[in-house]
């Protein structure tokens, strides 16, 4: 499967596009999501049990979980990298955004900057998800510069070139940060 094509395909059918990385090993008792989910395998594995069948997917494989289907899972000693949408029923609120940090291993920072801060050009060592709760801030990533308000969410992954620039009133937020080197 084209990855490209799968998250246009994502963004089209109303998913929240997501890249994630899990750690080797782990295992997640069952349970159930807040929104229906598709993955695409970028490498690693991921085996899902659902209704006492385990199946395992690998790079290059695809697979679904609705909403409410308790299903279990566990990540191979690789650990597991997936390009992934979630659909929720109505919008992403911060309580469900900060649950999805935790789910997948984010430290998670409530934070803010005061008005018409900005940043140099930089880059970090984690990847990093945002939920902009009250202001604005604009991102410039790719020389592409991006607006960001309330309930807006972004990513900034490690490594990527950024500047940032805070509009008059601030901007409040909720950050995950996830290291890409730890284990």
Known sequence: MDMTQFGADLKRDGYRVVNTSVRPNQVVANHCHDFDAKALVLGGEITITRDNEATTYRAGQCFEVPMGCPHAERIGPEGVALLSGRRRSGPLTAEAFESDLRREGYEVIHGGQKPCFSED???HDFDARIMVLGGEITLVRNNRA?????????????GCLHTAQVGPEGVSYIVGKLSRSAS
Do not use: K, N, W
């Open 146 to 158: 991006e607006t960001f308000r309330a309930g807006d969410c972004c990513e900034v992954p490690a």
């Open 121 to 123: 050009l930089h880059a």
